[in-house]
């Protein structure tokens, strides 16, 4: 089963395919810009027309993915989202040629030379397949993205080029639509975060439109540059605008992409709406309320894939199934030695995250001691800012019995902690989306979680999990108040785990919702046929 290409129908000619699309999509009466489609290019079409089924090509751009690289949510998303789609989808990766990436493909084939513009410097495309036959271009070029350090800076801090070196990739992504591999070209562009941003905006300053799907990761991250780099990365000046790029007098890459794509997305409903509020919107709310009043802005929640799963996990000391409440006791028992805590049949907390402020580790630092005068335990692992670090490791020199800490991370470890806890500690002042609750939930520990963003569109408040809203009575710690009664009363605390278990977080909802989005873009009726395939 496959889906049509854009603008597919009983005309068999390239010209009636792209003919059928600009009515279906680019004839929309939203008020926005109309430019045209790119020009058919007669070795690629007639190709194409050979075929005896067309699937619609994807390019999927991102930062980093955790088969290489991963900081966050983004790098499980771009690994998984990808392959969920490859089921009705001809799907490709774009990525930069991080050292990771050339460390797991040493010998990285050439299919073409991406030329510099403006300062933005050439590259060479590579072209590479996982083990499970995933397509992933890879932007070759050493200087830019072979470095020390995470994709986007070092010890000292973000890398100084970084605007030049991620226009390279929302160049890239340009480039490939546009036939920079003469093989493949891509019918629509899906882009992640502000790194692959100028994508969209690159084609229509050319006067080209190719359907594109931006998606915020989190839109506190804006991709923000002086405005005398507008130059150095082609950015024509009547683009620095508020109607572009311009943004309380710096260029913004995330803000491009909001103006320029087809459709934006983010990674859950709730953020979906947090994002057009002054609140939570980061100073673009007004332009994300426009989008959304036009129908271009979209929550889809992430997912979480299949290995996460305590029945199959080797990672885990015991694997256990639900009831298995003993096997999940194993789970903890490890936990509680490999940090070096005391036996204890009491309730364990766990923290797995990044250690920043947006995470709420300070509400989780002043819990610390009613779970330990309750006869609770907690242990953390994860990495961020030096006060948060510091702090956790003078409650753990403070209650050595009680509180284990370390400062990194390791994935085997943090497995363990989802099975062995019985509640995770996850605060966030905001989360657009969040995979930590729902990895928790899967191996039978309840989230504790602030009722925003995606938290709230995947915990249920008494039945998967315990939820809170600021305030004095239902706050962080009443929370965590209810999660130590409830470890008390063992009937309901299994009753809850089983909810929790029994949630599914899987890709196919996430992926459906994509190529029903996919199909808007196109102007066909793709979600249906995928939804019968």
Not at 232 to 243: I, K
Not at 311 to 317: F, K
Request: a neutral charge; one cysteine or more; hydrophobic letters at 45%.
């Amino acid at each position: 089963m496959t889906i049509l290409a854009a603008g597919a129908s009983a005309r068999t000619g390239r010209t009636a395919r792209i003919e059928t699309a600009a009515m279906a999509f680019w004839g929309c009466s939203d008020g926005e810009s109309r430019v045209p489609l790119r020009e058919p290019d007669p070795r690629y079409d007639s190709a194409l027309d050979q075929r005896t089924s067309l699937q619609s090509r994807i390019l999927f751009a991102t930062p980093e993915m955790a088969d290489f690289v991963k900081t966050g949510g983004l790098g499980e998303v771009a690994a998984a989202l990808p392959r969920a789609l490859r089921r009705s989808f001809d799907v490709r990766v774009l990525i930069p040629g991080y050292r990771q990436v050339r460390a797991a493909f040493p010998d990285i084939p050439v299919i073409g030379r991406l030329e510099g513009f403006a300062q933005v410097p050439a590259c060479d495309l590579g072209l590479v397949e996982t083990e499970d036959g995933l397509s992933i271009y890879v932007l070759l070029n050493a200087d830019l993205f072979e470095r020390e350090g995470t994709p986007y800076g070092d010890a000292g801090g973000d890398f100084c080029d970084n605007d030049l070196r991620f226009a390279r990739l929302g160049l890239a992504a340009a480039e490939i639509a546009l036939g920079a591999d003469p093989a493949w070209r891509a019918d629509l562009l899906h882009l992640n975060d502000w790194q692959a941003a100028l994508a969209p905006a690159y084609l229509a300053w050319r006067g080209i439109r190719v359907p594109s799907v931006l998606t915020i990761h989190n839109l506190a991250y804006q991709g923000l540059f002086p405005q005398a780099n507008l130059a150095r990365l082609g950015v024509p000046d009547h683009a620095f605008h508020m109607n572009g790029v311009e943004f309380y007098g710096q260029l913004s890459f995330l803000k491009a992409g909001l103006f320029y794509s087809s459709f934006v997305t983010t990674v859950s409903e709730t953020y979906a709406r947090e994002i057009q509020t002054p609140e939570m919107g980061c100073g673009l709310d007004g332009l994300l309320r426009t989008r959304a009043a036009r129908g271009r802005l979209a929550g889809i929640l992430n997912g979480i894939d299949e290995s996460w799963d305590p029945r199959t996990d080797p990672h885990l000391a015991t694997r256990f199934e639900m009831d298995d409440w003993k096997g999940k006791r194993a789970n903890a028992e490890a936990v509680r030695q490999h940090f070096g805590l005391s036996v204890s049949r009491g309730p364990l907390f766990a923290i797995v995250s990044r250690l920043v402020h947006q995470k709420g580790i300070d509400l989780s630092i002043q819990a610390a001691e009613t779970i330990v005068a309750e006869g609770g335990q907690m242990v953390v692992i994860g990495q961020g800012e030096g006060r948060f670090e510091n702090a956790l490791r003078s409650l753990a020199r403070k209650h050595p019995d009680s509180v284990g800490v370390h400062v990194g991370f390791a994935e085997d470890q943090a497995r363990r902690m989802f099975a062995g806890s019985d509640f995770l500690l996850m605060p966030s002042r905001f989360e657009p989306c969040g995979l930590a609750q729902m990895y928790a939930q899967r191996f039978g520990s309840l989230p504790i979680v602030r009722r925003t963003g995606g938290l709230a569109d995947t915990v249920e408040d008494g039945v998967t999990g315990f939820t809170f809203a600021d305030g004095a009575d239902t706050g962080f710690l009443g929370a965590v108040r209810r999660a130590l009664d409830t470890f008390g009363q063992k009937k309901r605390l299994n009753t809850m785990r089983r909810q929790a278990m029994s949630r599914d977080f899987g890709w196919a909802g996430a992926a459906e919702h994509y190529a029903a989005l996919y199909a808007r873009a196109f102007g066909n009726n793709a979600a249906q046929r995928w939804r019968a395939a």
